[in-house]
């Protein structure tokens, strides 16, 4: 059974950084695999934040270019999102995604920016 588990949300002041992490388990196929990372606040649609392919390209919404990063480690079954100059419109749940289409979700981490 695939399982997906979030981590490194908190508290943070505008302008500072945080860094997630999603370990994927249960499954082989990691590494051929795209993952993202995704977020929702309460009342809106989930929205993609940033993927990553099995070859290590990426992709940014366009709110978070230049701020946040996503990498993958094929070895340890883990991406990464490091969030830098954070702000208050970036707090949200984030939710990372093993996949495309349905794919597999994790259960989320709560990022919260505020002063």
């Known amino acids: 059974q695939v399982r997906l588990v979030e981590s490194g949300g908190g508290l943070v002041q505008p302008g500072e950084s945080l860094r997630l992490s999603c370990v994927a388990s249960g499954t082989n196929i990691f590494r051929i695999n795209t993952m993202g990372w995704y977020r929702q606040v309460p009342g809106k649609q989930r929205e993609l934040v940033a993927t990553?392919?099995?070859?290590?390209?990426?992709n940014y919404a366009d709110s978070v270019k230049g701020r946040f990063t996503i990498s993958r480690d094929n070895a340890l079954n883990t991406v990464y999102l490091q969030m830098n100059s954070l702000k208050p419109e970036d707090t949200a749940v984030y939710y990372c995604k093993l996949g495309t289409g349905v794919g597999y979700w994790g259960q989320g981490t709560q990022v919260t920016v505020s002063s």
């Open positions: 990553i392919t099995s070859a290590a390209s990426t």
